[in-house]
């Protein structure tokens, strides 16, 4: 992943993520800046203000659950690679 990625909001489906290697913070949680909704439900925003921090790494598998807001923060210079996979609720 080449750099921090937006703020996201999912509204019908949890993000797993299966991290294989390096490093980045993920942040949940609290207000979303620059929001925009989208058709699809979800809402993409500049980032998150406030929530809390946790750093994820390889071997790490991360649920998102449906709902929450979330932002990857990736270090400059840090290479993330990760498996991301969509849940969708019923």
Do not use: C, F, W
Not at 11 to 34: F, K, P, W, Y
């Amino acid at each position: 992943m080449p750099g921090s990625g937006p703020g996201e909001l999912h509204r019908h489906a949890d993000d797993l993520l299966i991290v294989q290697q390096g490093s980045a913070t993920l942040v949940t949680g609290e207000t979303m800046q620059n929001g925009r909704d989208l058709p699809s439900g979800d809402t993409y925003g500049s980032g998150l203000e406030g929530g809390d921090s946790t750093t994820i790494s390889a071997g790490d598998i991360v649920i998102i659950p449906v709902g929450l807001t979330h932002q990857l923060v990736v270090t400059p210079g840090t290479v993330l690679t990760m498996i991301v996979g969509k849940i969708h609720e019923p």
